[in-house]
């Protein structure tokens, strides 16, 4: 896969714990495969990105880097892959989950009328109350939606991974012995 191109936008150990908020920190972060560019450590840490990306709020990065610490997988490729939800994506993102929680669970009948909580409006308490009331109403399809999604995403996001990185080498290869 293409290291150097990664390495080039991906924070290096060192930046990282030279960081004054992580430096607190830096002995959960000296496991080298935090940081490390191979493909089970990549793959990984873009499957805890994918399930870090459904946690509702501020909460995706700190999920993310917990669960890096515990499966030791990158830590910046987690951190990037939870970016795929943003305030454009959520609603979609979420939509899908519930529309699955539904159809697994036989409510594809049920519908929605309370809407999401904004959080421009609301300090971080009211609107984590305000978010949970809002998951509470749309009830079990959401809540076996979610897991479920994070699930699907994270064994797409893997596999993908694996795949992309080994047509990478092969294609690497090939054009090697091209010029040779």
Same mark, same amino acid.
């Given at each position: 896969?293409?290291?150097?191109?990664?390495?080039?936008?991906?924070?290096?150990?060192?930046?990282?714990?030279?960081?004054?908020?992580?430096?607190?920190?830096?002995?959960?972060?000296?496991?080298?495969?935090?940081?490390?560019?191979?493909?089970?450590?990549?793959?990984?840490?873009?499957?805890?990105?994918?399930?870090?990306?459904?946690?509702?709020?501020?909460?995706?990065?700190?999920?993310?880097?917990?669960?890096?610490?515990?499966?030791?997988?990158?830590?910046?490729?987690?951190?990037?892959?939870?970016?795929?939800?943003? &305030? @454009?994506?959520?609603?979609?993102?979420?939509?899908? =989950? %519930?529309?699955?929680?539904?159809? !697994?669970?036989? *409510?594809?009948?049920?519908?929605?009328?309370?809407?999401?909580?904004?959080?421009?409006?609301?300090?971080?308490?009211?609107?984590?109350?305000?978010?949970?009331?809002?998951?509470?109403?749309?009830?079990?399809?959401?809540?076996?939606?979610? &897991? @479920?999604?994070?699930?699907?995403?994270?064994?797409? =996001? %893997?596999?993908?991974?694996?795949? !992309?990185?080994? *047509?990478?080498?092969?294609?690497?290869?090939?054009?090697?012995?091209?010029?040779?």
């Amino acid at each position: 896969m293409p290291r150097k191109y990664l390495r080039r936008w991906l924070p290096d150990h060192q930046t990282m714990l030279q960081n004054r908020f992580l430096s607190r920190f830096a002995h959960w972060f000296e496991h080298p495969n935090l940081f490390h560019l191979n493909r089970k450590s990549v793959a990984g840490g873009l499957a805890v990105g994918m399930i870090g990306g459904l946690i509702p709020g501020p909460l995706q990065v700190i999920t993310s880097c917990i669960l890096c610490l515990i499966f030791r997988v990158n830590l910046p490729v987690a951190i990037l892959g939870t970016f795929y939800t943003n &305030p @454009l994506t959520i609603g979609p993102i979420y939509w899908l =989950a %519930y529309q699955l929680g539904a159809w !697994v669970s036989g *409510l594809a009948g049920a519908k929605v009328t309370v809407l999401m909580p904004s959080f421009s409006a609301l300090n971080l308490g009211d609107w984590m109350w305000a978010m949970w009331a809002w998951m509470q109403s749309l009830g079990a399809p959401l809540l076996i939606g979610l &897991p @479920l999604l994070a699930a699907l995403l994270a064994v797409m =996001a %893997y596999f993908s991974v694996h795949v !992309v990185w080994r *047509l990478w080498v092969y294609w690497s290869i090939a054009k090697r012995k091209r010029r040779l």
